[in-house]
C-alpha cells in the first residue's frame, strides 16, 4: 500500500511580541484516498465513514458541497457526504478550478484520524500526484476551534526546482488564533512525504517572523498491531490535541500576549468553509 503512519514531532515557537515555545508527539495517517475502502476491510481499529477507535469520515475534509463564505476564488461545488470516494472527487474538483488536472494521478492525505469519534484537526495536507507519480500539488487546510476550515492552495508554480518542496507566502485571511491578527502571512513549506515527514509554517508581520511550526516525523508501516498499541502510546489524540490548544492560549493570555477578538475583523475572514457565527452576523450587519 502507499498508505502509511508518521510518528511525529511539533514545534510551536512564537518570537514576538513575547516568546513561548513548546513541543509534543503525535500520529498521523497519511491515506492514498484511492486506498479507502481496502483500509477499511483490512483493519479491526480503523474503519471508513464508519465508528471506530479510529477512523476517517470523508465529510470532515474539504467541504466544497458547502456556501464558501466571502469567496474571490472560484467555488466547487462537490457534495461533502461519506460517499466512497467522493473526497478525492472534490479534491480532483478543486484543484481542476485551479489549472490542475490530475486524471489518473492520486491523492495523499496527511492528517489525525478521529479519535473514539471525536475530530479535530489543526491542519491537514493533501500531496497530489500527477500520472507519472510526480506530486504536482498541494493543499493545506487549517481548521480553528470555531471549526471553521480554510483550503490554501500550493500550486506548480510553488514548486522549488531543488529541493521538490512547495513554498507560498500569502496573507492568511483567516481566524486562527486570538494571539494573532487575521491579516498576518501564512508561509508554508510542504516537501512533499516519504520516508519523512517535513512540514513548516511561519507567521509573519512585514519581514518579521512572529511564530514558527514545524512539523517533522518518520513513516512507518501501516497494521492492525501498531493500530492497537497507538490506542495506549497516544490516548485519546484529539481530545489531548484540543486541550493542548486551550492550555498554551491560557499560557499566553497569563504572560499578557495581546488579544484579538474574533468579530472584531470579520470582513478581513474570507474564502472559509463553516463560518462561525460571529463573523457572519458581524459581515451582515455591515
Known amino acids: 500500500m502507499n498508505s502509511c503512519l508518521y510518528e511525529c514531532q511539533v514545534m510551536h515557537a ?6 513561548h515555545r513548546f513541543l509534543y508527539r503525535l500520529f498521523l495517517l497519511a491515506l492514498d484516498l484511492d486506498e479507502l475502502e481496502r483500509l477499511h476491510r483490512r483493519f479491526s481499529f480503523f474503519s471508513v465513514n464508519r465508528p471506530n477507535v479510529f477512523s476517517l469520515h470523508e465529510r470532515d475534509f474539504l467541504p466544497t458541497g458547502e456556501p464558501l463564505h466571502r469567496p474571490a476564488t472560484p467555488a466547487v461545488c462537490v457534495p461533502s457526504d461519506d460517499k466512497p470516494g467522493a473526497l478525492k472527487r472534490r479534491v480532483l474538483a478543486f484543484l481542476a478550478t485551479r489549472g490542475v488536472d490530475l486524471t489518473g494521478g492520486r491523492v495523499v492525505l496527511v492528517t489525525l484520524p478521529r479519535v473514539c469519534g471525536y475530530h479535530f484537526n489543526p491542519v491537514s495536507f493533501y500531496y497530489c500526484h500527477d500520472r507519472t507519480g510526480t506530486c504536482v500539488a498541494a493543499i493545506s487546510e487549517v481548521t480553528n476551534t470555531f471549526r471553521e476550515m480554510k483550503p490554501y492552495f500550493l500550486g506548480p508554480g510553488t514548486k522549488a526546482a531543488g529541493t521538490g518542496a512547495f513554498h507560498l ?3 492568511k485571511f ?11 502571512d501564512f508561509d508554508f513549506t510542504l516537501h512533499p512525504p516519504g520516508n519523512r515527514l517535513a512540514v513548516q509554517i511561519d507567521d509573519f508581520i512585514g519581514g518579521q517572523r512572529t511564530l ?4 517533522t516525523g518518520v513513516s512507518r508501516t501501516l497494521r492492525g498491531g501498531r493500530l492497537a498499541w497507538f490506542t495506549l502510546k497516544y490516548p485519546l489524540l484529539t481530545l489531548r490535541v484540543i486541550a493542548l490548544i486551550h492550555w498554551h492560549a491560557l499560557r499566553l493570555w497569563l504572560k499578557r500576549v495581546p488579544w484579538y477578538p ?14 462561525h457565527s460571529s463573523i457572519v452576523s458581524s459581515t451582515d450587519a455591515a
Do not use: G, I, N, W
Open 174 to 184: 483567516f481566524y486562527v488564533s486570538p494571539y494573532s491578527d487575521v491579516d498576518v
Open 212 to 215: 514558527t511550526t514545524t512539523l
Open 14 to 19: 512564537r518570537v514576538s511580541p513575547k516568546p
Open 169 to 171: 507566502r500569502t496573507p
Open 262 to 275: 474574533k468579530a472584531a475583523r470579520a470582513a478581513d475572514q474570507r474564502e472559509l468553509y463553516r463560518p
